[in-house]
């Protein structure tokens, strides 16, 4: 059984990320790193893959931007990694996005499992998720905490599920798509020799042909990035004599500010 | 480069292959050594947990071939990667210097075939912890006086040794060690053996931990040998190449103390540029003034001449790899100039804090006591200018 799992590289959480400009995305000489989140799905992904006997694949669409995420994973322990890219490819639209990935998961073959990151922490997104899932026509089991089973024989997959609240175990048929939370394992940092490895490593890339698919238009269009608007801090010190009286100041002004 | 008369080239490429393991280690040193090195420094325990973390990813045999349990990388990932983990925690990298630099090199370099299978396998894959012990007592710069003996058995089976050894970094809890003690006191240093010895056995006995001033996680202690057996087949190289293994070992050792030099001295320094453009007095950043700025650029300078001293005895341990032309001039000359810049660079950056510079509440004060050791282990500055000076000047 084959599993696989995406990625992206995305801008080091820590950097400074602006509209430039010229309207375009910049996050200065900062380093871009692997998707904080993808990188419990690459742990499950190189783990559940070792349970079954199976081969774990990680891909990635989008511009050569992208190989760095990739290498990241292969030096992590992934077995093969692949960038889907045609130019035309708005990955922005994520139905144009998970037109591709199922197109992708699908040439790979026998794949039994589909692992996400809960989602993209540069877009704050991740319908692309549900959107691949429905492209391929598989079960969708969202914000996994735990998998309880991966039973390659009998295809199916039992899980434990963070609710509002609350957990819930299910029991579903493989294949499926799954999207995991932090915390479901202990992400591994990339080996030396796992480097020395990715270092030397050829990322194939696969075209939308490649893939035999043709693209809906977008169906989003994206007009504009702009920045956020800065927030103005005014800070005022309330006095009193007793705890109490600026305790009670302080519910006065928060009321008056709608804020309770 | 520096000019060097000897056919080196003189390029050394940093390739993808570093980049990406500089990024990792970076990576894995300030999401997990930056948070708890302050409480490994008060309490001085041994951090365990992420000294095995790091052996997972490959940081106790940088250099020891793939077959061998390392990661069978070069001379630079070695100095790249333990730059970066003495920017988090010295006592992190002291660990891992003994551990590549002393302990499995020197297996490397003079053990057998089954030596090196069964004494660099588990330390360079961090199953165990491995340390290297040549100074006594009354023996340090001056290691060749040493009072520990080693005796053939009359079978001929066993070394049986006995002796005070001190100051042996990770002796609390070494499995294995590289020991250097005297098999015919009447050579002279040419009476030196080396032994590799299990510190689980009988006969060996540990001694209570130093309290120090500084890289207080990184263990240190005595080891007293009382009728301990050693099988002959522990004898590292022939009976007297000691003092030649051991000299030779820490010409390699002295890179390694180099980059931990460095990387202490980069982490106070990035502090005190932030530090320099944020603090304000008299109405104006503290960067503004000429002489916070005279600190700034001399530390910047030295930093980087340690660099390139570091990076021009790797060239010369590459050399050495090609040609057998030893390095010690080369080694010795990165050490006593880096350790050096690192104790001048902890001192000014800790100045340009002022008074928090000296307060538990910020990491500078660990940075200057950290520094003070590199002046001092695997040979003193007054040994590395004795060694360098000797070699220029042709005299022994
Ligand atoms: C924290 C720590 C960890 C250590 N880890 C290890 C280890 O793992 N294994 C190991 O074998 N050793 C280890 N050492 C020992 C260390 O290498 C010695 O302390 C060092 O070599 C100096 O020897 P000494 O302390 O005996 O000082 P001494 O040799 O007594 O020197 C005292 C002073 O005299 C100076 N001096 C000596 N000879 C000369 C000379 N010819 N010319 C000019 N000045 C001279 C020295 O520079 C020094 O300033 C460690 C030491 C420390 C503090």
């Known amino acids: 059984m084959h599993i696989v799992t995406f990625t992206?590289?995305?801008?080091?959480t820590t950097a400074k990320v602006e509209v430039n400009g010229k309207g375009e995305v910049t996050w200065g000489d900062a380093a871009t790193v692997v998707n904080p989140w993808d990188e419990y799905s690459l742990e499950e992904a190189i783990v559940q893959a070792k349970n079954v006997g199976g081969k774990a694949t990680v891909i990635a669409i989008g511009t050569e931007m992208h190989n760095e995420a990739l290498k990241h994973s292969l030096a992590m322990g992934l077995d093969a990694a692949v960038r889907v890219w045609s130019d035309g490819l708005d990955v922005t639209d994520s139905l144009h996005w998970a037109t591709a990935a199922a197109a992708a998961v699908n040439k790979v073959g026998d794949v039994g499992l589909v692992i996400f990151g809960k989602e993209s922490v540069d877009t704050g997104t991740d319908q692309h998720i549900y959107q691949t899932a429905r492209k391929l026509g598989w079960t969708m089991l969202s914000y996994v905490a735990k998998i309880l089973e991966l039973d390659a024989a009998n295809k199916t997959i039992k899980v434990e599920k963070v609710l509002e609240g609350g957990k819930q175990v299910l029991t579903a048929k493989l294949p499926a798509v799954i999207s995991v939370m932090k915390g479901i394992n202990e992400p591994r940092y990339p080996s030396f020799i796992g480097i020395r490895k990715a270092s030397k490593a050829e990322i194939p890339v696969w075209s939308l042909s490649d893939l035999g698919v043709t693209l809906p238009a977008a169906s989003t269009q994206l007009v504009g990035y702009s920045n956020l608007p800065v927030q103005e801090v005014v800070?005022?010190?309330?006095d009193g004599a007793t705890p109490q009286e600026k305790a009670e100041k302080l519910v006065e002004k928060l009321l008056e500010a709608k804020v309770l | 480069m520096a000019v060097q008369t000897s056919h080196t080239p003189l390029m050394l490429t940093i390739t993808e292959e570093h980049e990406m393991l500089l990024n990792a280690v970076r990576d894995f040193a300030q999401k997990e050594i930056v948070p708890i090195a302050e409480k490994f420094d008060e309490s001085g325990d041994f951090p365990m947990d992420t000294i095995k973390k790091m052996a997972g990813m490959g940081l106790m045999?940088?250099?020891?071939?793939?077959?061998?349990?390392?990661a069978g990388m070069d001379v630079l990932a070695y100095v790249l990667a333990l730059t970066e983990i003495a920017k988090a925690d010295a006592s992190h990298s002291t660990i891992m210097s003994v551990n590549n630099s002393l302990y499995c090199n020197g297996i490397m370099l003079f053990g057998t075939e089954e030596q090196k299978q069964k004494w660099v396998k588990p330390v360079a894959s961090g199953e165990k912890i491995g340390a290297y012990s040549l100074t006594e007592p009354m023996s340090g710069s001056d290691a060749a006086t040493m009072a520990s003996r080693a005796v053939l058995n009359a079978a001929g089976t066993h070394y049986i040794i006995n002796g005070r050894k001190s100051w042996v970094t990770s002796g609390p809890v070494a499995d294995y060690i590289v020991l250097f003690t005297m098999t015919d006191p009447s050579k002279g240093s040419k009476g030196i053996s080396a032994f590799l010895i299990d510190a689980n056995q009988k006969g060996l006995i540990r001694g209570k931990k130093e309290p120090k001033l500084?890289?207080?996680?990184?263990a240190t202690s005595e080891i007293i040998f009382e009728d301990y057996e050693c099988p002959v087949e522990n004898l590292l190289g022939k009976e007297g190449d000691g003092f030649k293994i051991a000299m030779s070992v820490l010409d390699a050792g002295r890179i390694g103390i180099a980059a931990?030099?460095?990387?202490i001295a980069e982490a106070a320094y990035e502090k005190a540029v932030a530090y320099a453009r944020?603090?304000?007095?008299?109405?104006?950043?503290?960067?503004?003034?000429?002489?916070?700025q005279q600190k700034i650029a001399d530390m910047k300078t030295r930093i980087e001449a340690a660099r390139h001293l570091i990076y021009n005895a790797c060239l010369a341990k590459m050399r050495y790899k090609a040609t057998g032309a030893r390095y010690t001039l080369e080694a010795s000359m990165a050490k006593l100039f880096a350790s050096e810049t690192a104790m001048f660079v902890t001192d000014?950056?800790?100045q340009i804090h002022g008074g928090m510079g000296y307060s538990k509440e910020m990491p500078l004060e660990r940075y200057y006591r950290d520094a003070r050791i590199t002046r001092i282990y695997e040979g003193t500055s007054e040994i590395q200018r004795m060694v360098i000076a000797r070699n220029e000047l042709g005299m022994r």
Request: no cysteine; charged share 20%; glycine share 16%.
């Open chain 2, 260 to 263: 931990q030099a460095l990387g």
């Open chain 2, 214 to 218: 500084g890289i207080r996680a990184s």
């Open chain 1, 8 to 12: 992206r590289s995305t801008p080091d």
């Open chain 1, 235 to 238: 800070t005022e010190i309330i």
């Open chain 2, 61 to 70: 045999g940088i250099e020891v071939p793939e077959e061998y349990g390392g």
């Open chain 2, 348 to 350: 000014e950056a800790l």
């Open chain 2, 278 to 292: 944020e603090r304000q007095a008299f109405g104006q950043a503290i960067g503004q003034f000429q002489m916070i």
